[in-house]
């Protein structure tokens, strides 16, 4: 019993002290009177345990002389409970306090958020703030009730209202947008001049200048021109001179490469051969948009799907276009190609077609009708070199379209291929009377056309006669 009591005494005085410290320290006094401790106020800043409150108070007294407690006395009527003293009150509610404090982390904020929603009169809630916890200033602990109903999409509840204060659901907030780079054109830097003389390893020029050399190399074949690449660094540099590479031949070749072509554009050449190869779509825009230059582009054998890349690509040096033998192309797809582009700037008053400067169209092979040669006669008016080889659906009023009174191509055409249209007869031979400037027409392998009727022809031809190599071939000298 004396060793009970003594514990007792010992607690209250340990309670006594550590109050009396935290006061010192802290200064929360309403933490002393008996206030709530969830209710605002400043929080201690440091916790201590009795035992560092106590020796802190009483720095010389043993823990052995800590006086303890006497047990409270037994009346007659039987055993006395105990009341709840003040001590123990404030014990149990810097307990619940310590408690508070292990579960929400001392932040700086903590107290200016109680502060600032103890001022509120309690008519509006924080986004933060769990339910029930909006008047007192406290905070939800981790993985409370509250904060996995605010995750689900409903808003805060004001505690002992009947409802929800704001009860629609909430969307999920929207990802992060990743950084934006900036997109601009990256250029080399200009290339230096080339050098107007060879120097020698002897440390002298060579007598013969730039403007020679040139000439010398003209004379050189592309696999000759290559070989003198190699030899030095100045012959590199002018080898790649664009007079000396008029024309490129990558027909037949199954794939290109990156370096060749880079190499094309390098040396800048006026005619390009694409014919019979696999050069895709987006390798023949790359092309077209670095050769602003380019004359005349052969495209037989090749897909529409690759082709289509003309459709997109300026082109206004273009002279000849080849697109014989294209598999899947029809009056659709010639229509893609022969329209103005759809960005015409605002205020031009006369759209022109892509091949509006085109003097020589291959179109051999190609499932043509007489909608595309309407097309054809307004959107290339200059064409001096049509063929229509092998065309199925070209007959008796495909001619007719192309020698009427109406069309530009009456006065501009001068050479004509129609070889292995089989719908044509002797009747469209008159036709071509109306054409003064034809030089050459080729009505070989036409079935139903007779040889007497070509020679007829032949004799009384505009304005001339023609001379006839070959059966159904009338050639006229100019």
Known sequence: ????????????????????????????????????????????????????????????????????????????????????????EKLERFKRMCQL???????????????SDSDSSGTSLSEDEAPGEARNGRRPARGSSGEKENRGGRRAVRPGSGGPLLSWPLGPAPPPRPPQLERHVVRP?????????????????????RAAWL?????????????????????????????????????RRKSLTPPMLSGVVR?????????????????????????????????????????????????????????????????SQLRELLLPPP???????????????????????????????????????QLSALDLSHCAHVGDPSVHLLTAPTSPLRETLVHLNLAGCHRLTDHCLPLFRRCPRLRRLDLRSCRQLSPEACARLAAAGPPGPFRCPEEKLLLKDS
């Open 1 to 88: 019993m004396r060793a009970c009591s003594v514990s007792q005494d010992t607690d209250c005085k340990v309670k006594g002290g550590r109050e009396r410290h935290l006061k010192k320290v802290g200064g929360d006094a309403c933490l002393l009177r008996g206030s709530d401790p969830g209710g605002p106020g400043l929080l201690p800043p440091r916790v201590l345990n009795p035992s560092q409150a106590f020796s802190s108070c009483h720095p010389g007294l043993p823990p052995e002389n800590w006086e303890k407690p006497k047990p409270p006395l037994a009346s007659a009527e039987g055993p006395v409970v105990p009341s709840p003293s003040p001590q123990r």
């Open 101 to 115: 404090l292990e579960r929400v982390p001392d932040t700086s904020s903590s107290s200016s958020d109680s502060d």
């Open 189 to 209: 830097p200009p290339r230096s001049p080339e050098p107007d003389t060879l120097p020698l390893a002897a440390g002298s020029d060579h007598p013969l200048p």
């Open 215 to 251: 000439r010398v190399f003209q004379h050189l074949g592309p696999r000759e021109l290559c070989v003198c690449m190699r030899v030095c660094r100045t012959w590199s540099r002018w080898c790649y001179d664009k007079r000396l590479w008029p024309r490129m031949d990558l027909s």
């Open 267 to 331: 040396r800048q050449p006026r005619a390009l051969d694409l014919s019979w190869t696999g050069v895709s779509k987006k390798q023949l825009m790359w092309l077209l948009n670095r050769l602003q230059g380019l004359q005349e582009l052969v495209l037989s054998g090749c897909s529409w799907l690759s082709v289509s890349a003309l459709g997109s690509a300026p082109l206004p040096a273009l002279r000849l276009l080849d697109l014989r033998w294209i598999e899947d192309v029809k009056d």
């Open 343 to 381: 960005d015409t700037k605002p205020g031009q008053t006369e759209s022109r077609g892509r091949l509006q400067g085109v003097a020589e169209l291959r179109l051999a092979g190609l499932e043509l009708t007489d909608a595309s040669l309407r097309l054809l006669l307004r959107h290339a008016p």
